[in-house]
């Protein structure tokens, strides 16, 4: 059981790593499609508690607003 919780939370923060990720390497539009598919594959590894945690952290990542000028860099990259 204590090995299972520790597995949870590790892969909870492994999850959240994803978005943090996302959001430094994607245009806020491909960064929110993103963190859909995130969400949609997290939701069949975490409790419901960690999922909810999960949601809550994307939100508030979707939230931010990236810099103009890492912005203009991402769509020069074709990252949009």
Do not use: H, W
Not at 55 to 62: G, L
Request: include cysteine; proline fraction near 1%; charge should be neutral.
């Amino acid at each position: 059981m204590q090995g299972e919780i520790v597995l949870n939370e590790q892969m909870l923060q492994a999850c959240k790593e994803l978005v943090d990720d996302a959001k430094m390497g994607c245009a806020d539009l491909v960064f929110k499609e993103v963190c859909l598919e995130i969400l949609s594959r997290a939701r069949n590894i975490l409790t419901e508690k960690q999922f909810r945690k999960l949601v809550a952290y994307a939100a508030e990542r979707m939230k931010e607003k990236i810099p103009f000028e890492l912005q203009q860099e991402l769509m020069a990259r074709g990252k949009v």
